[in-house]
């Protein structure tokens, strides 16, 4: 405690070789700290809506070839017309926004669907269970099963193409269990409201798919010689073309560690793999793409078989498997394929030498593997929008620090055809307001670069030593930190009181080599907190006034998860934390989100890495924020984990929100977030509301934060 209350001589070094200075620790009065939060609260008000021209939402006129826009400015908006096929630009006019196609209303009739078969002679349904075919011009039906009921059901039938098979399901239906929720405060009541939901959690069962094949010409029913499906939903049939003896379907294995392309021969029944792709940690199912080209034999998919997420082209009658793309670089998804010219367009990160690997560009290739062509080659982070014909599409970029950039292009080379905005920040500019810096530091291998993200008090003294609060969101489903250009957030909001806060995406969390993703494998308690200590270091030697002694960290979901996870297995480093409806113990949360990461089945690394389980070893200062209408990560989650504090005899603190669902706790959540590393990180008392010290509202940082 010595080294947190004395002042502290170091040298600064800012940029570049140090100069010597005395950096002395960041200790502002309770006056002073008032005198912060107010000045935070202006801070959000005048970056609020300060940055202008930030995109263009493109409204295309008949024919394609030319489109109008609205830019809302400061005080009025502008309405610019755009020819596309020269570039050029003037005014909008009345007339040119009321050529602008209506857009079509997305409500449908929908209608029972009817099982005629595709040569219109026969109709399959459905009579307590089993499965009937009649003719369609009348006559007996046949019936093809009798074991079927209400409860056990046949169905999910599909016909072949040359209306010969009927191919369908007998299923085993599983119900889920509800949890529950008590709503305490709902108005009108003057009881606590009971609600529930179905909930799967790891280890529930699923209901079980066995595929069958019902045989018009011989009218009888055939059982197909595979594994039945017991994962996930039953699974869509593709069936050949040009030969509709065959078809072909997905099978994901539970746990994740198993993915394979079935092909049965409907005239035998039996069935062999075409793709049968194995691992020793886990295929993420959420990100798995398949695509089945119109009228082709081919699928199309991605796999990270080979250490990086990459498109293959598989024969469907061969079996034989070619590559599309390859690289040390990350296929992210796959915008569309056309079948016709036998093109696939595409999302990437990772391969712009140089440059944030996390950045996201656009491709075009062939199913060949060539013809690749780069159709966003700017720095920056891109999202690109087509033309309703794709001719053309227009191309947003920018950088968490660098404004962004619209500009029209072809589809055809990429070739930049005009430059139609480029953010206006001169408002942004006058609140003093700084945006982040990127930082990169090594991982605990010491050869991997971690980056992450600095946002710093927009009036930092470097002489002075300010403590550090890292927001934490390590779900191994993706990426985090921000890409695109952010002028104000929570983080900044908070950096205002007197705070370095930073963001960063270790080890675990996706859009990288399989191996940086794997490291999450049955390890989420890691939450690559290894990597994120070495970070913080590192920035605290490269600048001075970065004091990683005093270090706090805050998430919500699984990064409150992450949060107490810091705390209980790192009390060396982190010192406080403010954890949201954290899930605490996978066993509790979702059944799909934690058997993806977890694996399956539920095992003794699920006991030993909860925060329930571990909850003994708390030694920093905590904060539980729940609320008690969470239908994501069930309230019991942070209960338990107080629940184990209390019994460990363990001193903390706990907010429960009446009626809120899954959230940081809303604007007063945040209230309670930054007085609780106020007073823990630098020993001062937070302002007293009651009494009238600071204005109501005067301190709500704007949530930016992500769901899963």
Not at 234 to 258: I, M, S, V
Not at 380 to 395: A, K, L, M
Not at 416 to 436: C, K, N, T, V
Not at 601 to 621: I, R
């Amino acid at each position: 405690m010595g080294k947190l209350l004395n002042a502290i001589a170091v040298m600064l070094a800012v940029a570049g070789p140090a100069t010597a200075q005395t950096v002395t620790r960041f200790q502002p009065s309770h006056d002073e700290l008032v005198a912060r939060y107010k000045r935070a609260a202006g801070m959000d008000s005048l970056t609020k809506d300060a940055v202008f021209k930030y995109t263009v939402d493109a409204k295309w006129l008949p024919g394609g070839k030319a489109f109008w826009y609205c830019n809302v400015l400061k005080d009025r908006k502008e309405y610019i017309y755009i020819d596309a096929v020269k570039g050029t630009r003037r005014p909008a006019t009345a007339a040119d926004t009321l050529q602008t196609p209506p857009v079509a209303s997305r409500e449908r009739n929908f209608r029972p669907q009817q099982l005629i078969s595709p040569d219109k002679k026969w109709e399959a349904y459905l009579e307590k269970g089993n499965v009937f075919v009649k003719p369609v011009a009348g006559g007996a039906p046949v019936q093809f099963t009798t074991n079927g009921s209400n409860e056990q059901p046949y169905g999910r039938l599909t016909w072949s193409p040359d209306s010969k098979y009927l191919a369908g399901y007998a299923i085993q239906p599983v119900k889920d269990s509800a949890i529950y929720y008590i709503l305490t405060s709902v108005p009108g009541t003057m009881r606590g409201q009971l609600r529930s939901q179905p909930y799967k959690q790891p280890g529930d069962p699923f209901t079980t798919y066995t595929l069958f094949l019902f045989n018009l010409e011989q009218q009888k029913a055939v059982k197909v010689n595979a594994e039945p499906i017991n994962f996930l939903q039953a699974p869509e049939l593709h069936w050949r073309k040009g030969n509709a003896r065959y078809f072909t379907y997905e099978k994901a294995d539970r746990g994740h560690q198993r993915f394979r392309v079935m092909e049965v021969d409907a005239q035998t029944a039996e069935a062999k793999a075409v793709v049968d792709e194995k691992t020793n940690t886990f295929i993420y199912a959420s990100t798995l793409f398949t695509a089945y080209p119109e009228g082709s034999n081919v699928l199309l998919r991605t796999s990270e078989k080979d250490g990086w997420k990459h498109i293959y082209l598989v024969d469907l009658v061969t079996g034989k498997e070619q590559r599309v793309t390859k690289g040390s670089w990350v296929v992210r998804s796959v915008d569309s394929i056309d079948a016709v010219k036998k093109q696939i367009w595409f999302q990437a990160s990772g391969m712009q030498p140089g440059e944030d690997p996390y950045n996201l560009h656009y491709y075009r290739i062939g199913f060949d593997g060539k013809g690749l062509t780069p159709l966003t080659p700017e720095t920056g982070n891109h999202e690109i929008v087509f033309s309703p014909d794709r001719t053309y599409y227009t191309d947003n970029y920018s950088q968490v620090n660098v404004p962004p950039v619209t500009k029209l292009k072809r589809s055809a080379d990429g070739k930049e055809i005009s430059i139609l905005e480029q953010a206006d920040i001169s408002q942004y500019q006058l609140s003093g307001a700084r945006a982040p810096e990127v930082f990169v530091a090594k991982a605990r291998d010491g050869v991997t670069d971690i980056y992450g993200i600095v946002s710093r008090p927009s009036d930092y003294d470097p002489t002075k030593k300010y403590p550090v609060l890292e927001n934490i969101y390590a779900g191994p489903h993706s990426s985090f930190v921000p890409k695109t250009f952010t002028p104000y957030s929570e983080m900044q909001s908070l950096a205002e009181l007197g705070f370095i806060v930073v963001m960063i995406d270790g080890m675990g969390t996706a859009n990288r080599s399989k191996a940086f993703h794997d490291v999450c494998w049955q390890n989420l308690a890691d939450a690559g907190l290894p990597d994120r200590i070495l970070w913080i270091k590192a920035l605290a030697k490269k600048y001075a006034y970065v004091d990683d002694e005093r270090v706090g960290i805050y998430g919500t979901s699984a990064g409150g998860q992450n949060t107490v996870s810091a705390l209980l297995f790192h009390p060396e480093f982190y010192k406080a934390g403010v954890s949201a409806c954290g899930c605490h113990d996978n066993r509790v949360d979702k059944q799909w989100w934690n058997e993806q990461w977890m694996g399956y089945p539920v095992g003794k690394h699920y006991d030993e890495q909860s925060n329930v389980t571990n909850a003994s070893k708390l030694q920093g200062n905590l904060l539980l924020i729940v609320g008690e209408y969470d239908t994501n990560v069930p309230p019991e989650s942070t209960y338990r984990v107080a629940d184990a504090l209390i019994k460990a005899n363990k001193d903390f603190d706990f907010l429960a929100v009446p009626g809120m669902g899954h959230s940081d706790g809303g604007p007063y959540g945040r209230m309670k977030k930054r007085d609780f590393f106020v007073k823990h990180l630098m020993g001062v008392e937070p302002p007293a509301r009651n009494n009238g010290e600071l204005p109501a509202g005067a301190e709500l940082g704007r949530e930016r934060w992500t769901f899963r």
